[in-house]
């Protein structure tokens, strides 16, 4: 059966995209490129049964900000330009607004959000009412922002539907890398009852989940889905699976969607998880990640596994600071953080 | 007696061949040709998986998401079905589901990065496997699984063009909602942070597009203006207007291309000397017109007629967006007004 799967990219996407328009779509080519090599690994993958289909959606993001851009821009040299300079720097794509800029706009503008998710719905049911729904099956690979984007989705999907239709097919695997979909929604305390995007045995009735199959992945050193993280004990085993051990150094940005696909561990379990046992046998998975150096043995690996540990050490302080009363654990993170931060600086 | 033998011998042999030809299941290159049936697990009861199915297809039908006019439509494939599998069980096949079978890595959990290999098996609409040779040699249990393959493929089949029919429903509204985003992005009054920040705050979450209701609030804009029409010399003047609409209301038309509004604003410009003013503006699909009374400067109580540009609206127009702000701000219009005004 093909599999058509969605790919979903994360936050600061645009770096180096101006306007937003020119290198649509080929942010994806590196991590399809990545998934194609590892599918073309296992013999009993037939490769034309992959498909893989980039959603974008900082296109949205780039559109607001271009324009307060122009908006600031007009203004210099009148007696509102100190009031209006700090829009130029949305436009600015450093590290702030590159990357942090994706989410505060997401989160903290509900018109923006409204955009995005309206954006990425037509995405991916343009595809879905392409290819139907017989002798395909529907999966997604979200990273980082990307995973809130696409639950928040699926979610309003699922549950508002669209002009009073529900969606007639149940997307077969979720899979979502680093993911941050909990913490977008820190302030919200029923996130884990009402999520549809749940695999059945999950609380819900089986035809109220929109997957059936979810599974994370988290590096222990990555900071955004480690501050507060998506863990579900409820949920079935059968259907749901957290990775959340990846212990490994492929460059500084571990947060990077390539440096997750890197992990033989990632790429093996969602192709295992979409082309089955036979084609991905668990030996095949094995031996993958047997073989596989999570630190090179000269000098800097040594270096980057002390430095990978410590981040990681951190970072577990500061999610077990978590009270799970989410209206004070952002105060309780904040704290953890600081204390953290002060017993790193006094070693 | 040689010959009675030979002849039948050829004889089985067609019929084997004639059987073979005949249940010939789609192949699939990544599987291997012939499967050994001992992989199959024990006690494996595809009737009792394809029950499920039917089963979960009338909870379907009976479900408040499928559109009333369509449920007869979908019971009548289920009941197809069900009939088609209760002729199956009085020919008491026991052996049908062989090569509709896969295993199904759904219920496969995953224990310290690895499957645990604990696959449920899945009834297939197609045998995904190529039906072993012994099998294969039973001319009528293969016509029996060639059928079997077919009712439950028409099914699916018939299951999917329906479910397709939602899902285009649902694609060409998205479509429709996304292009109102997009239209309201590059046609739409041009938003400042904060004007997005409130209007998200009362916007429909159970729709897919944007309001049709837009506020704005304090809301900047470069402009010209005309001197004002009773001026005591008799002569016209242009200058450049600075306007901050303090509050302002926009309605949008449907399609999201076109809008009206108007709101209340504060206007800076040196028409007659620098002046400082209140007045009206009135907005409609990109055209901004206003009117003001200077109540401080040098010649108080005068009327300017202005324009405002919107430059957030024009982002792709150079012209618009680029070279007549810079000709304000150039003061080629007239002596701007681009230092802050010396209120004293």
């Known amino acids: ?347 | 007696m040689k010959g009675s033998l030979f002849l039948a011998l050829v004889l089985v042999l067609l019929s084997t061949l004639r059987a073979q030809a005949e249940c010939d299941p789609p192949t699939f290159d990544k599987f291997p040709a012939e499967w050994p049936e001992a992989t199959l697990p024990a006690g494996v009861d595809a009737r009792a998986k394809l029950q499920n199915l039917i089963q979960q297809t009338k909870a379907y039908v009976t479900s408040k998401e499928i559109p009333a006019e369509r449920q007869g439509d979908f019971k009548r494939v289920a009941d197809f079905i069900d009939g088609k599998l209760a002729e199956l069980r009085t020919k008491k096949v026991a052996e049908v589901e062989l090569g509709f079978l896969q295993p199904r890595v759904c219920g496969a959990r995953i224990e310290n990065g690895l499957p645990v290999s604990e696959c449920e098996w899945e009834v297939l609409a197609e045998p995904s496997i190529k039906v072993p040779l012994p099998n294969a040699q039973d001319h009528w249990k293969c016509e029996v699984q060639t059928k079997f393959a077919a009712y439950v493929r028409s099914g699916h089949e018939q299951l999917a063009v329906f479910a397709a029919e939602l899902n285009a429903r649902i694609a060409d509204a998205l479509v429709k909602y996304d292009q109102a985003w997009t239209q309201l992005i590059n046609n739409g009054h041009s938003q400042y942070p904060w004007e997005v920040a409130l209007n998200g705050a009362w916007i429909n979450h159970k729709s897919w597009g944007p309001n049709q209701n837009f506020a704005v609030l304090l809301h900047p804009a470069l402009g010209a203006g005309v001197a004002n029409v009773d001026n005591k010399n008799g002569q016209a003047a242009a200058a450049a207007i600075l306007a901050v609409e303090a509050a302002g209301y926009l309605r949008y038309f449907a399609n999201h291309k076109q809008y009206v509004g108007g709101g209340l604003t504060a206007t800076m410009n040196n028409l007659q000397g620098r002046q400082i003013g209140l007045g009206v503006v009135l907005h409609a699909s990109g055209f901004s017109l206003g009117v003001s009374r200077d109540f401080w400067g040098e010649h108080e109580d005068e009327v300017a007629v202005f324009w405002l540009i919107d430059v957030g609206r024009a982002i792709d127009d150079n012209l618009l967006a680029k070279k007549i702000p810079d000709l304000i701000k150039k003061r080629r219009l007239s002596p701007a007004i681009l230092e802050a005004p010396d209120l004293e």
């Not at chain 1, 990978?308 to 978590?322: G, I, K, P, T």
């Open chain 1, 1 to 347: 059966m093909r599999q058509l799967v969605f790919l979903i990219h994360g936050m600061g996407n645009s770096a180096n995209d101006v306007l937003g328009k020119a290198d649509l779509g080929k942010w994806a080519d590196e991590v399809t490129k990545v998934l194609r090599d590892a599918a073309a690994s296992f013999p009993g993958i037939d490769g034309k049964q992959l498909e893989i289909v980039p959603i974008q959606y900082d296109d949205v993001f780039r559109s607001h900000v271009t324009r307060w851009n122009a908006l600031a821009e007009a203004l210099v040299g009148t007696p509102l330009e100190s009031l209006t300079k700090w829009m130029k720097a949305t436009d600015n794509q450093d590290f702030l607004w590159g990357n942090l800029g994706d989410v505060v706009l997401y989160r903290a503008f509900a018109e923006v959000r409204e955009h995005v998710l309206t954006h990425v719905a037509r995405q991916l049911f343009e595809q879905i009412k392409k290819n139907g729904t017989f002798d395909v099956q529907y999966s997604i690979i979200a990273h980082s922002l990307g995973t809130a984007v696409a639950h928040d989705a699926l979610q309003k999907l699922y549950t508002v539907g669209v002009d009073g239709n529900k969606p007639a097919l149940q997307i077969q695997n979720f899979f979502a890398l680093a993911n941050v979909s909990r913490l977008v929604w820190v302030n919200d305390g029923k996130f884990y009852e009402e999520t549809r995007v749940r695999p059945p045995d999950s609380g819900l009735p089986a035809n109220q989940c929109a997957v059936l199959n979810y599974m994370q992945f988290r590096h222990i050193a990555d900071p955004f889905p480690s501050i507060l993280r998506f863990t579900r004990k409820d949920w079935s085993p059968e259907h749901y699976a957290s990775i959340d051990d990846l212990d490994f150094f492929r460059g500084v940005n571990v947060h990077a969607l390539t440096s997750y696909l890197a992990h033989p561990t990632v790429t093996s379990l969602i192709l295992y998880r979409l082309f089955g046992e036979i084609a991905v046998p668990v030996e095949a998975i094995k031996a993958r990640r047997d073989a596989f150096k999570p630190y090179t043995d000269d000098l800097a690996g040594a270096a980057s596994k002390l430095a990978v540990h410590e981040v990681a050490r951190m970072l577990d302080a500061l999610s077990a600071s978590s009270t799970g009363n989410f209206s004070t654990d952002f105060d309780e993170v904040g704290k953890a953080a600081i204390e953290a931060v002060q017993r790193g600086l006094l070693r």
